[in-house]
């Protein structure tokens, strides 16, 4: 595997665990904040702030992985011209 591979995994997978912790951070601050007034348990099972923590989880994982995979190619790109 190449270099430019191998930092692109590395920064996607980075960009992912990072993704995940801040996005259900921001979506409990945010549940907890906009979304506890409503009363979304009898429709959906979940509390409101569970439910954003949810969404924001993934939406952040997938967010961030993608932008980790271009900042770790970029970063290998620019190793690269350095030598």
Do not use: P
Request: proline share 0%; net charge positive; aromatic share 8%.
């Amino acid at each position: 595997m190449d270099r430019r591979m191998m930092m692109g995994i590395t920064g996607g997978f980075t960009g992912f665990v990072t993704g995940l912790i801040g996005g259900a951070f921001l979506g409990l601050v945010v549940g907890g904040t906009f979304l506890g007034g409503f009363n979304i348990h009898e429709s959906t099972g979940l509390e409101g702030y569970e439910l954003a923590a949810y969404v924001g989880a993934g939406i952040g994982a997938i967010v961030l992985a993608a932008v980790g995979v271009k900042i770790g190619k970029r970063a290998a790109d620019r190793k690269q011209q350095e030598r």
